[in-house]
């Protein structure tokens, strides 16, 4: 135990500092866990940036790493962007997502180019009209929809 008035003191001060710093740090863990819990996209994106400011104060007070921080801000983007792309994708083209994706690990040259794929895979679910033909004009092999 601290034998000075001045430890005495700092050991007081850390012990309410820790106290407070387990309180944000212990409520900014269950918004994170709630958000990822939500179902719907409207209401998630809603709450991602309470979320994210509670993350940025801790990263700000050194309680989290920024590193840390950016990562589960990251982390919790891609989550919302899933969760909106399952909300625009019907349950009936996930047969078609499935067989899109096996038959792109098949092909190698349909493969390289991951933003030519996922927009063609992206103009056929939002329904535009020259999907198939979409591809054409970036150099991707073609791939009759209609038939898968």
């Not at 994210?52 to 919302?80: E, P, T, Y």
Request: with cysteine; glycine share 2%; aromatic share 6%.
């Amino acid at each position: 135990m601290a034998n000075h008035k001045s430890a005495k003191k700092r050991v007081r001060q850390d012990a309410k500092k820790r106290l407070h710093n387990r309180y944000y740090k212990k409520s900014t863990r269950t918004a994170i866990a709630n958000l990822r819990n939500i179902e719907s996209a409207e209401e998630a994106k809603a709450f991602l940036p309470k979320v994210v400011s509670m993350i940025d104060r801790l990263a700000k007070k050194n309680q989290i790493h920024k590193n840390k921080a950016a990562n589960l801000k990251a982390k919790l983007a891609k989550h919302i962007d899933r969760l909106a792309a399952k909300a625009l994708a019907p349950s009936a083209t996930n047969s078609l997502w499935y067989t899109l994706l096996v038959y792109s690990s098949i092909r190698s040259t349909f493969v390289q180019p991951r933003a030519n794929v996922l927009f063609c895979i992206g103009t056929f679910l939002l329904g535009v009209e020259n999907a198939p033909t979409a591809h054409r004009n970036l150099g991707v092999p073609s791939v009759n929809l209609k038939l898968l």
